[in-house]
């Protein structure tokens, strides 16, 4: 079975009337649904893709055609990381220790993403031990994506790197989304970018825009929550509509994911796509 392809007309949200294109996160969104059945609740809520974080527990034979039977592409998975309360807990990328594992779940999620049809994975970075320097961990980083992004030659698949907040990810190996950006210019491959989480970025280092408008030319993916809550667009501190303006202006042509907790069931708080989409 051949992964679904849609064009980029094709390929947003029909609550949002503007070119941005918004995909369903189906960790977090459809959760009163089993994983399963949220590749239909997304569709019928007018998504046209979806990503979630770990496929790695479903044959991919059965999600590719859960993607066909609901007309979705997939747009993002992300490399394995170990258990809750594992040193893999946020991926193995920045871990000295553990090379073998880490080059062992690029090979995986490579896998995953070819059959799916899926163009991004996201590098998960990792938390560093107390015993790792950071000098040590972010090293290893560096060399690990670079690794990666070989790895992918001859395929579409593009890796990703992002930084994420130490609140809700303590000792993760990235400070700032710059210092992401970074490391994608010093590797300067193309099977390397940079994915836009706005939540993380407002809750580290915020002036959300003018970082979109300066890290642009490496920005490959996009992914929102609203903070402080992590939550849907309109229901915390971001004002939405000048990210999603900016956004516009700088003809953003790439998918949005969703990766946010509703507050409510996930359709009755869809409407910030109405309001916001335009």
Known sequence: MTPPQLSPADGFATRGPSSLRFDANLKWLFTELPFEER??????EGFRGV????PYDHNPNRLLARLHDAGLVQVLINTPSGAPGT?????????PDHVDDFREGIRR?????????SPYIHLMGGARPD????????????ANAAWAAEQAAGTDVTFLLEAQNRRDAPGFVLDSIEQAASIVEAVNNPHLGLMFDVYHC????GDVVTRIRALFPLIRHVQIADPPLRSEPGSGEINWQNVFDELITLQYSGWIGCEYRPLNETATGLSWMKQYGS
């Open 51 to 54: 990503e979630y974080s770990s």
């Open 39 to 44: 590749f239909d609740a997304a569709a019928r």
């Open 109 to 117: 999620a490579l896998e995953y993403a070819t059959a799916l049809g």
């Open 87 to 95: 040193v893999g807990r946020s991926g193995y990328a920045c871990l």
């Open 202 to 205: 407002q809750v580290t280092q």
């Open 131 to 142: 015993h790792v320097r950071w000098d040590r961990a972010y090293a290893q980083f560096v």
